[in-house]
C-alpha cells in the first residue's frame, strides 16, 4: 500500500485523500447514528431542528437556501484549517448522526437511525455536502502536511480551489436541499 502512495502521481494522491476523507466522514456519521440517545435527549435534540425546518418552511427558495448555504459553508471553512480542522470535521459528522439518531428515536415510527442515514443519501443534496466536507477534510489535512514540510505557500493555490470548489459545491446542494424541503410543504 505505501509503494502504491508512492508511485501515485499528486492529482491520484489528491483523489485518494477525497476518497479516505469521504469514508471516514461516513464512518463517524454512522457512530454517530448508534450513538444510544434517551427519550428526553432525543425529543431535546428533534425540538431544536424541527424549529429550524419549520422557519425554512416559511420562507422562500432564496432567502432559506441562503440560510443552508451559509450555515455549512461556515462549517466548512472551519473545517480547512490545518490541525484544528480534521477534528472539527470528525465533531461535526458525530454530530450530525447524533441528530439523525434523535430524529428517528422521537418519531412516532421509531424508523432505524441508520435506514434514515441511508435513505438520506438518495436525495443529491446530501452527497454534494459530504464531498464538500470531504474536500475541506482533505484539504486540511494536505495544508497540515505541507505546512509541516515547510511548504505551505505552495498549497495555498489548492486551498483555493477546493474552497471555491465547496463554495460551488455547497451552494448548488443548499438550493436543492432547500426545493426539497418546499416542495414537501
Not at 427519550?39 to 432564496?62: G, R
Not at 465547496?166 to 432547500?178: F, N, P, V, Y
Request: aromatic share 12%.
Amino acid at each position: 500500500m505505501l509503494n502504491y502512495w508512492r508511485e501515485s502521481s499528486p492529482r491520484r494522491k489528491r483523489l485518494l485523500t477525497i476518497v479516505a476523507a469521504f469514508v471516514l466522514s461516513f464512518a463517524v456519521t454512522v457512530s454517530g447514528v448508534l450513538t444510544p440517545l434517551s427519550q428526553n435527549e432525543a425529543q431535546d435534540l428533534s425540538h431544536d431542528l424541527e424549529q429550524t425546518q419549520v422557519d425554512l418552511e416559511n420562507t422562500t427558495l432564496l432567502s432559506g437556501s441562503l440560510f443552508i448555504f451559509r450555515n455549512n459553508f461556515i462549517i466548512t471553512m472551519i473545517m480547512f484549517v490545518p490541525l484544528a480542522g480534521p477534528f472539527f470535521s470528525v465533531y461535526v459528522m458525530h454530530n450530525t448522526g447524533v441528530v439523525i439518531a434523535a430524529e428517528s428515536v422521537a418519531a412516532s415510527t421509531h424508523p432505524s437511525p441508520l435506514l434514515v442515514l441511508l435513505l438520506l443519501f438518495l436525495f443529491p443534496f446530501a452527497w454534494l455536502e459530504f464531498l464538500a466536507y470531504s474536500l475541506a477534510f482533505s484539504e486540511s489535512i494536505w495544508l497540515m502536511w505541507r505546512l509541516i514540510k515547510r511548504r505551505g505557500a505552495e498549497e495555498l493555490v489548492n486551498a483555493l480551489i477546493m474552497l471555491l470548489a465547496c463554495l460551488g459545491i455547497l451552494l448548488a446542494a443548499a438550493i436543492i436541499e432547500m426545493a426539497f424541503i418546499l416542495a414537501l410543504v
